[in-house]
Each structure stands twice: as C-alpha cells, then as structure tokens.
C-alpha cells in the first residue's frame, strides 16, 4: 500500500528541487559573479545554521520557482524570525500574484505570532501580467506591514536594484541597509526617461549617495550582502521581540556605577571647540556594544544603540563637531524616527546634550527646521520610557527648554504591563 504512494512523493520532490534550482545555473552565475549571494543564501547567511523552514516553495510552478520570492521562519540568536527574499534570479525579482499572497502572509503571521519581519529586497516591483490575473487578497502586503508599526521589528536589506511596490518596504522599515552597489527608486531608469526625459543610472537614481546620505531612507551601508546581513543580525540583538517583551539584557556587562575621568581630558572646558561625541558615548556604554544608526545623515545628532550596565538603550547626543551640534532638518527627523521606534519597544533613552539649539538661516528655513524640531519634540515628550538628560556644556534654544520640560525619570515607577505603541516613523 506504501508503494501507492512513491510516485506522488517523488513528483512532490522532483518539484521541491525545482524550486530550490530558482532561475537556474546561467542566472545564478551571473549573480554571484557579481558579488552577490542568491536569495536562498541570503537567508542561510541571515538566519541561525540550520533553521529555516519555507513557506509556500511550491508557489509559482515551474515558470516561476517559488514565484521570485523565498519565505519562510527560522532564528536569529536562537529567537524566532519570519523572513523574506526577493529572488532576482528568476524574472527579476518581480512581485506576481503567489509573491505577493506570500508577502501578506509573513506580514500576517509576524504580527500574529509576535516575531520580527525581515525583508532582503532585490526585485522589478509588479509584473506587468499582473494586471491579467485574479484579484488579489486584501489587505495587500503594504497594508499589512503598516500594521506591523511599533508592534514587532521590521527590518529590511536593500541588496540590488529594488523597484516599485517592493521598494515601498524600505521606507517602511524601521531599519534598513543597503549595499554599495544597490539602489532603490519608485520608477526605474527607462520610466524616468520616457515619463521626464531625464538620463540617469540606477546608481545616480537611487544608489547610496542618495538614499544613505540625502534623503535619509535607508539607515545604513554594507560594503556586501554578508556585511549587510550581518548588520540586521546585529540591530535585531538591541530590541525585543515584540513591544509585548522587555528590552534584551546582556549578562557580564559593565554593572554598577563608574566613574569616567577621562572624559575631562575629551571634552574641552571651551565651548567653542569640538569633541569626538562618538569616542565619549564609547566611554559611556559597555565596551564593544555601541551601535550607531544613521551615522551618514543628519550628522548634528548621532543616535545609537548600546548596553548600559547589561541593559539595552538608545542614545541621542549632540555631534560638537558637525555644525557645532546645531540641530538643522536632517537631523531632528532622524532622531524623531529613532525615539519612536525606541520608545515603541521601550528602550530607556540618555540626550547627551551640548548644542547651540536649532538651526537658523535662510536655508535652514526652506528645509523645514521648524518643522522637523517640532516633531522631535513631540516624539521624545511622547516617550513612555525612562529618560535621562545630561547636559555636558551648553544647552541653548528652545530645543533645550523642550527637552527639559519633557524629561522624565520613570525609573521605579510602575508603568503597568507593557503595551504595543504604534510610531509614526512611517509618515512624512
């Protein structure tokens, strides 16, 4: 009666091995040639050895093997993850009806299961022939993402040319990293030239110069997928699971109080002259665990991740030497975006201040200082966590009275159990 069965099993594996054969051995030459890691060894790389288990390989057929996309669970640090990768090896990377389900469905379940969400993006959006297929579930893959805000860790990897709807996750991240040869945009070069008649490269489009250090999309840069990868394993370390779970502790951190002498031979007693904030928060924190977020934009404040006494925090501080640490428009939405997504998995904040307050100018004006001031302050008074305030030499502006009236030691007071906080780090 066994025997009945061998054919059916033996289909199901000859199907199984097709899909993880992804766009086949010309295709996949040509990635790694490239320099870069296919979208199963993406994942391997990412997760914990031996872990993952896929969802919905058989999804696409053999014209399109797992439908670009490789989905599934696995860990990181022995925690549990769901993820997801674009596979460009087959037709691009494009998104088609089975993806895009695929995608809803790890939103879904990173939401239902409480686990981290992490999406390594190389693909050409929608496929055109979209358009000729059934209507898909609702709601869509960016809808469900949305709702993931402030409730469990999103993080993305942007590891080639990212496109259109795909694209739309990096933004929506609360991390993300690209590698020096990636790009992502809304329209791809030949859309731009036919819709603008404007010629440029995928890298002058999108690359890093643009994302990673002017518009702020995209948090950080790897030098290849490996770096890139190993970085979100590393971000993932500084949060909870979930905005349900208190931060992670460490055990044998630098415990108890301790006194810091050789800040007086850092920080110069003239406040006109600049110091190495960077070299001075290394001094703070335990020794090898400071994790800077954004250091390429918004250079006026740096924020980063460390553990404190074997706790994790988040940090923001005054940078004396970029702009001698006054707060211009790049940098208040970068540490708006970091203290909304601090305070949603309730990371205890330190402001290390010594700034001469906002920015002013005819330039500052047009950038939207004011407005993006006004949102920091709004995010650090909306702070539900402990918050400690050093002012290391000076504090001037408004930006200091703000942060002084919103400050608040919550360090011994019963906050309850712990509540998911949507943040706006989404929004404009």
């Known amino acids: 009666m066994a025997d009945d069965w061998d054919p059916l099993l033996r289909d199901l594996e000859q199907r199984r091995a097709a899909a993880r054969a992804m766009g086949g051995p010309e295709r996949l030459g040509r990635q790694h040639a490239a320099g870069r890691l296919d979208a199963r060894q993406r994942v391997e790389r990412l997760l914990d050895p031996g872990s993952f288990q896929e969802l919905g390989t058989l999804v696409g057929g053999a014209a399109a093997p797992a439908d670009a996309l ?16 674009e596979d460009f090896s087959v037709l691009g990377g494009s998104i088609g009806p089975g993806a895009a389900d695929k995608r809803t469905r790890l ?3 990173a939401g239902q299961e409480r686990v981290p969400l992490v999406l390594l993006l190389e693909g050409a959006g929608h496929r055109p022939t979209n358009a000729l297929e059934r209507q898909r579930r609702a709601p869509n893959d960016l809808q469900a993402l949305a ?8 993080l993305c990897a942007v590891l080639g040319a990212s496109a259109g709807h795909g694209a739309l996750a990096a933004p929506l991240a609360d ?8 790009s992502l945009f809304s329209a791809g070069p030949p859309l731009v030239e036919a819709a603008l008649g404007e010629r440029v490269t995928k890298q002058e489009l999108g690359g890093p110069a643009v994302h990673v250090e002017r518009s702020g999309v995209v948090h950080d840069l790897a030098d290849d997928d490996a770096q890139a990868l190993d970085t979100l394993r590393r971000y993932l370390a500084y949060f909870p699971s979930n905005a349900w779970s208190p931060p992670p502790r460490r055990e044998g951190g630098d415990g108890g109080p301790r006194r810091l002498d050789a800040i007086l031979a850092l920080v110069p007693p003239d406040a006109r002259r600049p110091y190495a904030m960077r070299r001075l928060l290394a001094m703070l924190v335990d020794e090898g665990t400071l994790f800077e977020v954004q250091a390429r934009w918004g250079a006026a404040l740096v924020t980063a991740l460390a553990f404190l006494g074997g706790r994790s925090v988040a940090l923001v501080a005054n940078d004396p030497s970029a702009r001698a640490g006054a707060i211009d428009a790049a940098a208040a ?14 990371l205890p904040v ?3 201040a010594d700034n001469p307050g906002v920015m002013p100018g005819s330039q500052a004006e047009r950038e939207g200082a004011l407005r993006q001031a006004a949102r920091l302050f709004a995010a650090q008074h909306r702070l539900r966590v402990p918050k400690l305030h050093v002012t290391l030499r000076k504090a001037f502006g408004d930006l200091r009275n703000a942060l002084l009236r919103g400050l608040e030691l919550a360090a011994g007071r019963d906050t309850g159990p712990l509540e998911p906080v949507a943040h706006a780090g989404i929004l404009p």
């Open 70 to 85: 490789v989905a599934g669970f696995g860990r990181i640090e022995d925690r549990p993850v769901l993820v997801g990768a």
């Open 333 to 346: 939405a970068k540490a708006a975006r970091f203290l909304e997504v601090a305070g949603a998995f309730h």
């Open 147 to 154: 709702e993931l805000s402030g409730r469990v860790p999103l």
């Open 350 to 352: 330190v402001f290390l």
């Open 107 to 109: 939103a879904q379940l």
């Open 175 to 182: 991390f993300a990293v690209m590698t020096r040869d990636a």
